[in-house]
Protein backbone atom coordinates (compact mmCIF):
# COMPACT_ATOMS: atom_id res chain seq x y z
CA UNK A 1 0.00 0.00 0.00
CA UNK A 2 1.44 3.55 -0.92
CA UNK A 3 0.30 6.57 0.22
CA UNK A 4 1.18 9.82 -1.22
CA UNK A 5 0.83 12.88 0.31
CA UNK A 6 -2.65 12.80 2.02
CA UNK A 7 -4.24 15.95 3.19
CA UNK A 8 -7.38 15.85 5.11
CA UNK A 9 -9.08 19.28 6.83
CA UNK A 10 -12.25 18.90 8.98
CA UNK A 11 -14.13 22.07 10.04
CA UNK A 12 -11.48 23.95 8.33
CA UNK A 13 -8.67 22.37 10.84
CA UNK A 14 -6.15 20.69 9.09
CA UNK A 15 -6.11 17.14 10.76
CA UNK A 16 -3.44 15.48 7.97
CA UNK A 17 -1.46 17.22 5.80
CA UNK A 18 0.93 16.29 3.20
CA UNK A 19 1.08 12.31 4.79
CA UNK A 20 3.17 9.73 2.85
CA UNK A 21 4.57 6.05 3.91
CA UNK A 22 4.06 2.54 2.18
CA UNK A 23 2.86 -0.38 4.25
CA UNK A 24 4.24 -3.69 2.35
CA UNK A 25 2.49 -6.83 2.85
CA UNK A 26 3.49 -9.23 6.20
CA UNK A 27 4.52 -6.31 8.52
CA UNK A 28 3.26 -5.44 11.35
CA UNK A 29 3.32 -1.72 11.87
CA UNK A 30 2.02 0.48 14.93
CA UNK A 31 0.24 4.14 13.87
CA UNK A 32 1.26 5.84 17.40
CA UNK A 33 0.67 9.36 18.22
CA UNK A 34 -1.06 11.81 20.73
CA UNK A 35 -5.04 11.73 20.97
CA UNK A 36 -6.25 13.83 18.61
CA UNK A 37 -3.21 13.47 16.77
CA UNK A 38 -5.33 11.90 13.51
CA UNK A 39 -5.13 8.26 13.76
CA UNK A 40 -8.30 7.53 13.45
CA UNK A 41 -8.86 9.83 10.81
CA UNK A 42 -6.05 8.34 8.94
CA UNK A 43 -7.90 4.88 8.81
CA UNK A 44 -11.10 6.61 7.89
CA UNK A 45 -9.27 7.56 4.77
CA UNK A 46 -7.79 4.47 4.07
CA UNK A 47 -11.00 2.70 4.49
CA UNK A 48 -12.64 5.42 2.15
CA UNK A 49 -15.22 7.00 4.88
CA UNK A 50 -13.66 10.23 4.02
CA UNK A 51 -12.21 11.28 0.62
CA UNK A 52 -9.00 13.66 1.24
CA UNK A 53 -8.87 16.63 0.08
CA UNK A 54 -5.17 15.67 -1.86
CA UNK A 55 -3.18 12.79 -2.29
CA UNK A 56 -3.62 9.30 -3.19
CA UNK A 57 -3.80 5.62 -1.65
CA UNK A 58 -2.56 2.94 -3.75
CA UNK A 59 -3.48 -0.96 -3.20
CA UNK A 60 -1.54 -3.50 -5.89
CA UNK A 61 0.09 -0.26 -7.85
CA UNK A 62 -3.97 1.22 -8.51
CA UNK A 63 -5.63 3.96 -6.52
CA UNK A 64 -8.69 2.48 -3.82
CA UNK A 65 -10.96 5.82 -4.85
CA UNK A 66 -10.38 4.60 -8.96
CA UNK A 67 -10.69 0.83 -8.71
CA UNK A 68 -12.94 0.06 -6.09
CA UNK A 69 -11.86 -3.47 -6.41
CA UNK A 70 -8.75 -3.18 -4.23
CA UNK A 71 -11.52 -2.32 -1.35
CA UNK A 72 -10.82 -6.05 -0.76
CA UNK A 73 -7.72 -5.67 0.18
CA UNK A 74 -8.68 -3.36 3.04
CA UNK A 75 -10.06 -3.79 6.16
CA UNK A 76 -11.33 -1.84 8.77
CA UNK A 77 -14.05 -1.62 11.66
CA UNK A 78 -14.58 2.06 12.84
CA UNK A 79 -14.67 1.67 16.55
CA UNK A 80 -16.57 5.09 17.31
CA UNK A 81 -18.96 4.75 14.24
CA UNK A 82 -19.66 1.15 14.68
CA UNK A 83 -22.77 -0.12 12.75
CA UNK A 84 -22.16 -4.17 14.05
CA UNK A 85 -23.88 -2.96 17.51
CA UNK A 86 -27.39 -3.93 15.77
CA UNK A 87 -26.96 -7.24 14.55
CA UNK A 88 -26.49 -10.77 15.77
CA UNK A 89 -23.30 -12.64 15.05
CA UNK A 90 -25.27 -14.77 12.54
CA UNK A 91 -26.11 -10.72 10.49
CA UNK A 92 -23.29 -10.02 10.54
CA UNK A 93 -21.33 -13.32 9.06
CA UNK A 94 -23.61 -12.46 6.28
CA UNK A 95 -22.31 -9.06 5.97
CA UNK A 96 -18.50 -10.00 5.86
CA UNK A 97 -19.23 -12.65 3.49
CA UNK A 98 -20.84 -10.09 0.62
CA UNK A 99 -18.24 -7.67 1.48
CA UNK A 100 -14.81 -10.20 1.13
CA UNK A 101 -15.18 -12.22 -1.79
CA UNK A 102 -12.41 -14.50 0.15
CA UNK A 103 -14.12 -14.05 3.27
CA UNK A 104 -13.58 -17.59 5.42
CA UNK A 105 -16.50 -18.73 6.60
CA UNK A 106 -15.15 -21.90 7.96
CA UNK A 107 -12.68 -20.05 10.16
CA UNK A 108 -15.08 -18.18 11.45
CA UNK A 109 -17.67 -20.87 12.74
CA UNK A 110 -14.34 -22.81 13.73
CA UNK A 111 -13.33 -19.40 16.17
CA UNK A 112 -16.96 -18.48 17.18
CA UNK A 113 -17.10 -21.96 18.76
CA UNK A 114 -13.69 -21.64 20.29
CA UNK A 115 -14.69 -18.84 21.98
CA UNK A 116 -18.20 -19.91 23.03
CA UNK A 117 -19.82 -17.70 21.19
CA UNK A 118 -23.43 -18.19 19.82
CA UNK A 119 -24.15 -16.92 16.01
CA UNK A 120 -27.64 -16.02 17.87
CA UNK A 121 -25.85 -13.62 20.37
CA UNK A 122 -26.12 -9.79 19.39
CA UNK A 123 -23.17 -7.76 19.14
CA UNK A 124 -24.00 -4.77 21.90
CA UNK A 125 -24.90 -7.59 24.45
CA UNK A 126 -21.20 -9.03 24.25
CA UNK A 127 -18.89 -7.93 26.76
CA UNK A 128 -15.96 -4.79 25.62
CA UNK A 129 -13.49 -7.99 25.34
CA UNK A 130 -15.58 -10.07 23.64
CA UNK A 131 -17.00 -7.22 21.14
CA UNK A 132 -13.06 -6.88 20.67
CA UNK A 133 -12.31 -10.34 20.12
CA UNK A 134 -15.22 -10.45 17.62
CA UNK A 135 -13.88 -7.88 15.60
CA UNK A 136 -10.28 -9.56 15.47
CA UNK A 137 -12.25 -12.77 14.22
CA UNK A 138 -13.89 -10.59 11.23
CA UNK A 139 -10.34 -9.28 10.84
CA UNK A 140 -8.45 -12.66 10.49
CA UNK A 141 -11.67 -13.91 8.59
CA UNK A 142 -11.95 -11.40 5.80
CA UNK A 143 -8.73 -12.67 3.72
CA UNK A 144 -7.62 -8.52 3.38
CA UNK A 145 -4.33 -8.09 2.47
CA UNK A 146 -4.16 -4.48 5.27
CA UNK A 147 -5.71 -4.81 8.09
CA UNK A 148 -6.46 -1.15 10.15
CA UNK A 149 -6.80 -1.94 13.71
CA UNK A 150 -8.12 0.63 15.66
CA UNK A 151 -7.16 0.61 19.30
CA UNK A 152 -7.16 -3.59 19.30
CA UNK A 153 -6.44 -3.63 22.89
CA UNK A 154 -8.44 -0.99 24.42
CA UNK A 155 -9.67 -1.84 27.87
CA UNK A 156 -8.94 -5.73 27.63
CA UNK A 157 -8.14 -7.41 30.48
CA UNK A 158 -4.52 -9.40 30.20
CA UNK A 159 -6.10 -13.13 29.46
CA UNK A 160 -8.32 -11.32 26.46
CA UNK A 161 -5.12 -9.28 25.76
CA UNK A 162 -3.17 -11.92 25.16
CA UNK A 163 -6.14 -13.87 22.77
CA UNK A 164 -6.28 -11.20 20.42
CA UNK A 165 -2.47 -10.86 19.83
CA UNK A 166 -2.64 -15.17 19.86
CA UNK A 167 -5.07 -14.84 17.55
CA UNK A 168 -3.50 -12.16 15.26
CA UNK A 169 -0.21 -13.55 15.53
CA UNK A 170 -1.53 -17.52 14.51
CA UNK A 171 -3.47 -15.67 11.55
CA UNK A 172 -1.76 -13.02 10.03
CA UNK A 173 0.93 -15.30 8.00
CA UNK A 174 2.95 -14.14 5.18
CA UNK A 175 0.83 -11.92 2.96
CA UNK A 176 -1.02 -9.47 5.09
CA UNK A 177 -0.47 -6.81 6.93
CA UNK A 178 -1.58 -4.89 10.37
CA UNK A 179 -1.68 -1.26 10.60
CA UNK A 180 -2.40 -0.96 14.52
CA UNK A 181 -3.02 2.39 16.27
CA UNK A 182 -2.38 2.20 20.14
CA UNK A 183 -1.99 3.55 23.10
CA UNK A 184 -1.33 0.50 24.64
CA UNK A 185 2.93 0.58 23.79
CA UNK A 186 4.04 -2.16 25.73
CA UNK A 187 1.70 -4.56 24.42
CA UNK A 188 2.58 -3.06 20.54
CA UNK A 189 6.19 -3.47 21.32
CA UNK A 190 5.75 -7.25 21.45
CA UNK A 191 4.19 -7.38 17.89
CA UNK A 192 5.27 -4.54 15.61
CA UNK A 193 8.47 -4.52 13.53
CA UNK A 194 7.65 -0.61 12.53
CA UNK A 195 6.11 2.45 14.25
CA UNK A 196 5.09 5.44 12.98
CA UNK A 197 4.80 8.51 14.92
CA UNK A 198 1.90 10.71 13.98
CA UNK A 199 2.77 14.46 14.89
CA UNK A 200 1.59 17.78 13.36
CA UNK A 201 -0.68 16.37 11.18
CA UNK A 202 1.98 13.99 9.32
CA UNK A 203 4.06 10.80 9.72
CA UNK A 204 7.58 12.28 11.55
CA UNK A 205 8.92 9.50 12.28
CA UNK A 206 9.42 5.69 10.55
CA UNK A 207 11.19 3.84 13.06
CA UNK A 208 12.44 0.13 11.83
CA UNK A 209 12.66 -1.23 15.57
CA UNK A 210 15.10 -3.60 14.87
CA UNK A 211 17.41 -1.24 12.97
CA UNK A 212 16.72 1.80 15.83
CA UNK A 213 18.01 -0.71 19.02
CA UNK A 214 20.99 -1.62 17.04
CA UNK A 215 21.68 2.09 16.84
CA UNK A 216 20.03 4.29 19.47
CA UNK A 217 20.46 3.92 23.46
CA UNK A 218 18.58 5.24 26.69
CA UNK A 219 21.32 6.31 29.00
CA UNK A 220 20.80 7.90 32.65
CA UNK A 221 23.72 10.75 33.71
CA UNK A 222 24.50 12.96 36.48
CA UNK A 223 27.07 15.46 36.24
CA UNK A 224 29.22 17.16 38.61
CA UNK A 225 27.16 20.71 37.47
CA UNK A 226 23.68 21.32 36.93
CA UNK A 227 24.50 22.22 33.47
CA UNK A 228 23.97 19.89 30.55
CA UNK A 229 26.56 19.13 28.57
CA UNK A 230 25.99 20.74 25.04
CA UNK A 231 26.93 17.42 22.84
CA UNK A 232 23.74 15.57 25.53
CA UNK A 233 21.85 18.39 24.42
CA UNK A 234 22.26 18.75 20.93
CA UNK A 235 22.62 14.73 19.90
CA UNK A 236 19.86 13.44 22.42
CA UNK A 237 15.76 14.05 22.91
CA UNK A 238 15.81 14.32 27.30
CA UNK A 239 13.39 12.20 28.79
CA UNK A 240 13.42 13.48 32.31
CA UNK A 241 15.69 15.61 34.41
CA UNK A 242 14.97 15.55 37.97
CA UNK A 243 17.97 17.21 40.04
CA UNK A 244 21.07 16.30 38.65
CA UNK A 245 19.53 12.88 37.12
CA UNK A 246 19.48 13.11 33.23
CA UNK A 247 18.07 10.24 31.23
CA UNK A 248 18.40 10.56 27.76
CA UNK A 249 17.94 8.83 24.26
CA UNK A 250 20.63 8.78 21.78
CA UNK A 251 19.03 7.65 18.36
CA UNK A 252 23.15 7.22 16.36
CA UNK A 253 24.90 6.46 19.75
CA UNK A 254 28.58 5.92 19.00
CA UNK A 255 32.01 5.44 20.73
CA UNK A 256 32.61 8.77 19.92
CA UNK A 257 29.60 10.19 21.41
CA UNK A 258 30.36 8.15 24.88
CA UNK A 259 33.87 9.78 24.50
CA UNK A 260 32.59 13.03 24.10
CA UNK A 261 30.32 12.79 26.91
CA UNK A 262 32.58 11.02 29.09
CA UNK A 263 35.03 13.79 28.94
CA UNK A 264 32.69 15.53 31.30
CA UNK A 265 33.00 12.84 33.82
CA UNK A 266 29.87 12.17 34.62
CA UNK A 267 29.16 10.72 38.32
CA UNK A 268 26.83 8.44 36.64
CA UNK A 269 26.53 7.02 33.46
CA UNK A 270 23.92 4.12 32.80
CA UNK A 271 22.18 2.44 29.97
CA UNK A 272 18.71 1.94 30.62
CA UNK A 273 16.45 -0.41 28.32
CA UNK A 274 15.01 1.43 25.82
CA UNK A 275 11.41 1.34 25.10
CA UNK A 276 8.63 2.29 22.34
CA UNK A 277 6.97 4.46 25.49
CA UNK A 278 10.66 6.37 25.70
CA UNK A 279 10.34 6.93 21.79
CA UNK A 280 6.59 8.33 22.12
CA UNK A 281 7.69 10.54 25.09
CA UNK A 282 10.76 11.41 23.54
CA UNK A 283 9.59 12.41 20.39
CA UNK A 284 5.64 13.87 21.46
CA UNK A 285 6.02 15.04 25.13
CA UNK A 286 5.87 18.99 24.66
CA UNK A 287 8.98 20.93 25.12
CA UNK A 288 9.83 22.18 28.80
CA UNK A 289 8.79 26.19 28.96
CA UNK A 290 12.43 26.76 30.92
CA UNK A 291 15.43 25.45 29.14
CA UNK A 292 18.31 24.17 30.45
CA UNK A 293 21.67 25.67 30.98
CA UNK A 294 24.56 23.87 29.36
CA UNK A 295 28.13 24.22 28.74
CA UNK A 296 30.30 22.98 25.76
CA UNK A 297 33.50 21.19 25.70
N1 LIG B 1 -16.07 14.00 12.14
C1 LIG B 1 -15.32 14.94 12.73
N2 LIG B 1 -15.80 16.18 12.98
C2 LIG B 1 -15.04 17.12 13.56
N3 LIG B 1 -13.76 16.95 13.94
C3 LIG B 1 -13.23 15.74 13.72
C4 LIG B 1 -13.96 14.67 13.11
N4 LIG B 1 -13.16 13.58 13.01
C5 LIG B 1 -11.96 13.96 13.55
N5 LIG B 1 -12.02 15.25 13.97
C6 LIG B 1 -10.91 15.99 14.61
O1 LIG B 1 -9.71 15.58 13.99
C7 LIG B 1 -8.67 15.44 14.96
C8 LIG B 1 -8.10 14.04 14.90
O2 LIG B 1 -9.05 13.12 15.43
P1 LIG B 1 -8.82 11.56 15.41
O3 LIG B 1 -10.01 10.91 16.02
O4 LIG B 1 -8.43 11.15 14.04
O5 LIG B 1 -7.54 11.44 16.38
P2 LIG B 1 -6.91 10.13 17.08
O6 LIG B 1 -5.44 10.25 16.88
O7 LIG B 1 -7.58 8.91 16.58
O8 LIG B 1 -7.27 10.41 18.60
P3 LIG B 1 -7.37 9.38 19.86
O9 LIG B 1 -6.00 8.83 20.09
O10 LIG B 1 -7.81 10.30 20.97
O11 LIG B 1 -8.40 8.35 19.50
C9 LIG B 1 -9.28 15.80 16.30
O12 LIG B 1 -8.98 17.15 16.59
C10 LIG B 1 -10.76 15.62 16.07
O13 LIG B 1 -11.50 16.46 16.90
Redesign the pocket.
Known amino acids: MIINDLSKT ?2 Q ?1 P ?1 LKNLSFQLAPSEIVGLI ?10 F ?1 LIAEHYLPDAGDIQVNGRSIFTDKHQKQAIFFIDE ?1 ENFLRAYSLQRILGFYQKAYIDFDENLFLQLIQQYQFRLSSLYRQLSKGNQRLVQIILAICSNATYLLL ?2 PFDGLDVIVKKEVIGLMMEHLGEHRSALI ?1 S ?1 NLNELENLIDRALL ?1 KDHTIFKDYHLEEMRQHARKIQMVFKTKKVPLVVKEQSKLLSFQGRVITAIFESYSEELEQAIKHFEPLLYEELPLSLEDLFEANLKPKPHRLQKEVSL
Open positions: INKVGRNGSGKTTLRKDEAHL
